[in-house]
């Protein structure tokens, strides 16, 4: 399995305070992704990276924004936290061919009040 | 655009029973079909896949079946087990797009003894 971590964990946080959910790997892969899981919804994409400093948005991405620095580092921030984005958040990694396999990490959830 | 679509849940089998969960999907050009599994607590981890029309994928006992004529991939099991209780999700990527996958809302299996 790829070595994907995620912090926190949980998180409870109150609307309109900025949050930053972290993502890292130790499997070198070019690109990592954000997805948030809802009932009804299976999961979406919020953002992705296909290398450092190179980004673009998935199907749900207002009110996120990401940074990448490093390869092994994909960082997720709520600018200002709603009710609406309590969720759980996944962070996935892979080589980026598509018939590839993603390797997701242990899941984010935030709450927020 | 896009779109994957699959059988609600939740679906509750007894243990060596047979499982079908419908997958259908809908897509431009020729997308590689996965199903992933989440277990109790955890992240998705790749359980099969197959990449063009009429390949079968198989793993741990689960197959499934790339039908382009009925752009289907039901996932398949002669005989379930408790331990296969999980969520299962269908997911489509095409060629070109960055492997972002596209979920289909995801399927919850309960086995009973």
């Known amino acids: 399995d790829a070595g994907i971590t995620q912090s926190p964990r949980h998180k409870v946080t109150e609307t309109g305070t900025p949050v930053t959910l972290r993502c890292h790997q130790t499997?070198?892969?070019?690109?990592m992704y954000w997805y948030r899981q809802d009932p009804g919804h299976g999961l979406r994409l919020i953002h992705y990276?296909?290398?450092?400093?190179?980004?673009d948005k998935g199907e749900v991405s207002d009110g996120y924004s990401v940074s990448r620095s490093k390869t092994e580092d994909f960082l997720l921030t709520l600018e200002s936290a709603t009710s609406s984005q309590t969720s759980v958040y996944f962070c996935?990694?892979?080589?980026?061919?598509?018939?590839?396999?993603?390797?997701f990490g242990p899941g984010t959830r935030l709450t927020v009040l | 655009g896009n779109s994957v679509t699959q059988m609600e849940g939740p679906v509750t089998l007894s243990e060596e029973a047979f499982l079908t969960i419908n997958c259908t999907y809908t897509a431009t050009g020729y997308p590689s079909l996965f199903w992933y599994v989440q277990y109790p607590g955890e992240g998705l981890q790749l359980l099969l896949k197959?990449?063009?029309?009429?390949d079968k994928g198989s793993n741990k006992g689960f197959e499934a079946t790339y039908r382009k004529e009925t752009t289907s991939f039901h996932l398949e099991k002669g005989s379930v087990q408790v331990s296969d209780s999980a969520v299962y999700f269908c997911a489509l990527t095409f060629t070109g797009g960055g492997n972002k996958l596209t979920f289909g809302t995801g399927t919850q299996l309960k086995v009973e003894l």
């Open positions: 996935a990694t892979g080589t980026g061919g598509s018939t590839d396999t993603q390797y």
């Open positions: 197959a990449t063009k029309a009429d």
């Open positions: 990276s296909y290398g450092v400093k190179d980004t």
């Open positions: 499997e070198n892969h070019r690109y």
